[in-house]
């Protein structure tokens, strides 16, 4: 705040240029400027400072102060985090554009297009042209220019903190206002852009109003702890003396705790400890030193093994590295360190801004980790927890279904959802005709994702054709919510016509993307459901099949007097039982008998069988490895031998096709079924579940021989996985 005023006296003092022809009021700036970058050319600056106090010259902002005083603020807070001299150089030109006669075009003549693209980027579109909507179609502005040049946020971010910082002056319920879209949005982008020095901070003047009496206690806390000494100092000084006995080069630092880390600690843990109010920070000039300093503090005191986590050896995804870690000293003071390289700790607080000029910068940061983008940035939160990358990840996925959200309400509403999403996962997505579990592309998805979001955000608009999905080799449901790492394989329905199946109503209840909800709503809206009709009822049993199923539970007759290829054998003589016996001698004296196949396994030649006797004389015959032959062998029952008659033809088979639901599937099945040569008897198709269908067909063969070419002719109609013999199962008795 000291450095602020002195900007404030030097704006209405004048503008007396010093001997580097810089005006006194750039004085701080070009310091802190050259302590990051020694090379830099001031001249740009120079000239920005001139245009834009000329330009601001007599305009005052609420709080009294010359308006030059606001883009200065701005520069110093992006000059202090690294930022480079285009950067520093838009900022101090980001309201001139806004609020006075410059132009956009009078920007680029005078400092390129890298400027006014960035100048261009933080104006915001004006109420007369938008009305309401102009704040939230501004803050899309500033986001598709961002995708292009994360620089652009970056400035907007230091913008917001220091009218935060000044918000007092405005009425409350503007406050309030103002509050509740820096929380919802800009909180949420400095920390995806790992800007943790202004996110802190633009957390705590957030929380103040519209959490007055939350902030209030925090401080209060914090208050008492400073009145007495803090127990970090005493550890953080055995810690030194430990780490240089054991000749490791590190600087130990005490890090206070923020207001609102306060407050959700105290959340979590109840009363606080006298430690809890800050942690040890440890640097150390290279990565090995880390891992050094990480042994001696494990060996010579007690750790909390569950609050260890290595973000070196596993980056976060946007870039954050360090060691978390937590002990017990000797006396039973328990501290929380973080262990981290100078260059680490650099990218931790500055996030984007560190990393200069993206246009530049084709390699990753010294310090970032292998194969990550240069884009990326890091926040660090308060327990370690991973925060959302800032560069392709989130960035992508938002560019990508703004473009679909046409109206300003959608877009604001979806745009906040997104944001509050607070950890990325990474799944990889195999082609369908890939290995099930080959994996693919790496497709970056915010954590609580499932097989709609990745469908939508794989494919787009064709994921509309999305019938289902495998995850790790198994077949699985479009509501399956997916983990980090997953091998994921989408299937769709082939485009046989100009309109897909497209999705159910049911997939908005499974989406957590905007990509994805909003393309959803979009063809529900285009596509009302058609009325359902009525279904009759299914005609009754016919008498002579009662007797069947009432002694095999789950299985149905073939129909009629068979056909088939089945007669009756006597049973041996002797092995009478009952009346179960007497029935069976009739079936072997009398060529009349009527012989079924029991329709809970449809045997086939050349399968094994046996038959039973039911009342009335009928046999049923069963596959040997149906469930009913072992259930009624169990209770008792005798079987009767019967055989297939030889030279006889055709056959009869029940199968099941479990396929992934799709328009035309009945057809295809049934046209495959009519070019191996069986005839369909009958047929019944399941209700969906979950984009899943079972079809049963019951089935006349000329040949028993061309089963397996026919199952495998369906298996290769499209959506279909599985065909196999009806078997159902019987219940116990």
Request: charged share 25%.
């Amino acid at each position: 705040m000291k450095s602020l005023r002195r900007l404030s006296r030097a704006a209405l003092l004048g503008q007396a240029p010093r001997r580097d022809g810089l005006p006194d009021a750039m004085e701080h700036v070009a310091k802190v400027h050259r302590a990051h970058h020694p090379g830099a050319d001031l001249g740009a600056l120079r000239r920005a400072y001139v245009l834009a106090e000329s330009s601001h010259r007599g305009q005052m902002r609420k709080s009294g102060d010359p308006y030059i005083t606001h883009p200065l603020a701005v520069t110093l807070l992006l000059a202090q985090l690294g930022a480079e001299t285009t950067t520093l150089t838009a900022s101090l030109l980001h309201d001139t554009v806004e609020d006075t006669d410059v132009t956009l075009e009078q920007v680029r003549e005078e400092f390129g297009d890298e400027v006014g693209y960035l100048v261009d980027g933080v104006t915001k579109l004006e109420k007369v042209d938008y009305g309401a909507a102009a704040e939230p179609e501004t803050f899309r502005k500033m986001l598709v220019a961002t995708g292009n040049d994360v620089r652009v946020m970056s400035i907007k971010l230091a913008d917001r903190l220091h009218n935060m910082r000044t918000l007092g002056v405005m009425r409350p319920e503007k406050q309030v206002r103002i509050a509740k879209v820096t929380r919802d949005v800009l909180i949420p982008l400095a920390e995806r852009l790992g800007v943790q020095a202004l996110k802190s901070e633009l957390e705590d003047l957030t929380f103040a109003i519209l959490h007055p009496e939350e902030h209030k206690l925090a401080r209060e806390l914090i208050a008492e702890h400073t009145k007495e000494p803090d127990p970090l100092t005493g550890v953080a000084t055995s810690v030194r003396r430990l780490l240089r006995e054991a000749d490791i080069a590190a600087q130990v630092l005490i890090r206070p705790r923020h207001t609102v880390s306060v407050h959700r600690l105290r959340l979590k843990r109840g009363e606080l400890g006298p430690c809890d109010f800050g942690r040890l920070l440890i640097l150390v000039e290279e990565d090995a030193d880390c891992y050094a300093v990480l042994g001696e503090l494990h060996t010579c005191f007690t750790p909390l093994v569950a609050e260890f986590k290595d973000f070196i050896a596993s980056p976060k995804f946007n870039l954050y590295r360090s060691l978390h870690t937590a002990f017990a000293d000797e006396h039973g003071r328990v501290a929380e360190v973080l262990v981290r390289t100078r260059e680490m700790h650099r990218i931790a607080e500055a996030g984007v801004i560190a990393l200069g000029d993206p246009h530049r910068a084709a390699a990753p940061a010294p310090g970032a980790a292998a194969g990550t983008a240069a884009l990326t940035g890091d926040g660090e939160d308060e327990d370690g927890a991973a925060a959302e990358p800032g560069g392709p990840g989130w960035l992508s996925r938002l560019l990508e279904w703004q473009s679909y959200a046409t109206d300003t309400e959608t877009f604001w509403a979806e745009l906040r959802d997104e944001l509050s999403q607070d950890g990325e996962i990474t799944v990889y997505c195999a082609s369908p005709t890939a290995a099930p579990a080959s994996g693919g592309g790496a497709l970056p998805l915010p954590a609580g994702a499932t097989c709609v979001d990745a469908a939508y955000a794989q494919y787009g608009s064709v994921a509309h054709r999305c019938i289902g999905v495998r995850v790790n080799g198994r077949l699985t449901a479009l509501s399956t919510v997916l983990e980090d790492g997953d091998a994921v394989q989408l299937f769709m329905e082939p485009a046989v016509g100009a309109v897909p199946s497209g999705p159910s109503p049911e997939w908005l209840e499974h989406a957590r993307t905007p990509a994805a909800r909003i393309a959803i709503r979009q063809w529900l809206a285009a596509h009302p459901p058609a009325p359902e009709p009525a279904h009759p009822s299914p005609p009754a049993p016919a008498d002579d099949d009662a007797d069947v199923r009432e002694e095999c539970p789950g299985a149905e007759s073939a129909t009629g007097s068979v056909d088939a290829p089945l007669t009756g054998e006597s049973a041996p003589e002797g092995s009478s039982h009952g009346a179960a016996e007497g029935a069976a001698s009739v079936v072997a004296d009398d060529p009349r008998a009527v012989v079924r196949l029991a329709g809970c396994c449809t045997p086939v030649p050349p399968d094994s069988v046996t038959g039973f006797a039911v009342r009335g004389g009928t046999v049923t015959v069963h596959r040997d490895s149906c469930q009913s032959v072992a259930r009624m062998t169990s209770t008792g029952r005798r079987p009767v031998p019967v055989r297939w008659q030889q030279g006889a033809s055709g056959c009869r088979v029940t199968l099941r096709a479990e396929a992934l639901g799709r328009t035309h599937l009945l057809a295809d099945l049934t046209e495959i079924i009519a070019a191996q040569g069986a005839t369909v008897v009958s047929a019944e198709v399941e209700p969906p579940r979950e984009q899943r269908v079972l079809h049963t067909y019951t089935l006349q063969l000329p040949d028993a021989a061309g089963l397996p070419a026919l199952m495998r002719a369906m298996r290769g109609v499209p959506g279909v996985y599985d065909v196999t013999r009806a078997a159902r199962p019987v219940p116990a008795r």
